[in-house]
């Protein structure tokens, strides 16, 4: 997502997406993309469940939902309000069609669920990036 709001403040002049050819609706690779928020609001579940005991626990934290590049990209050209150029390269090596989370166990043990979506996601990248252009500065 940060590649997609540099194209939005024209810091990159268009989006790389790299694949076309995936055994997915579109052709792009698919993806689980999370909200800092929902990533941070998961972290502090965990850090509660560590405090009931000892003992060593995994968790997927995701949305269990995967959207394509495309998909992604579309969402933002709806939060900025721009269309976004891109354009399709070849595959990376090792990039693969399809891979995202399956939050049940966190759901279940730790109480916790993603709230965000994907157009919330968006949103907020691109309320920052259009705020802060040059992204982090010292």
């Known amino acids: 997502?940060?590649?997609i709001a540099q194209v939005a403040v024209g810091k990159r002049a268009a989006l790389r997406v790299f694949g076309g050819d995936y055994p997915t609706p579109d052709g792009t690779g698919v993806?689980?993309?999370i909200h800092v928020v929902d990533l941070a609001r998961g972290h502090v579940s965990?850090?509660?469940k560590?405090?009931?005991?000892?003992?060593?626990?995994?968790y997927n934290l995701g949305t269990g939902v995967g959207y394509s590049v495309l998909d992604v990209l579309h969402a933002?050209?709806?939060?900025?309000?721009?269309?976004?150029?891109?354009?399709i390269v070849a595959r990376r090596p090792g990039d693969v069609a399809a891979c995202y989370a399956d939050p049940?166990?966190?759901?279940?043990?730790?109480?916790w669920r993603a709230e965000y979506g994907i157009d919330?996601?968006?949103a907020d990248a691109w309320r920052w990036q259009s705020q802060n252009p040059d992204g982090f500065t010292d």
């Open 1 to 3: 997502m940060p590649y």
């Open 31 to 33: 993806r689980d993309y």
């Open 46 to 48: 965990a850090l509660r």
């Open 50 to 58: 560590l405090q009931e005991g000892a003992g060593v626990y995994t």
């Open 76 to 87: 933002f050209e709806k939060a900025c309000g721009k269309t976004l150029p891109y354009e």
């Open 104 to 111: 049940e166990k966190a759901a279940r043990e730790l109480g």
């Open 120 to 122: 919330r996601m968006c």
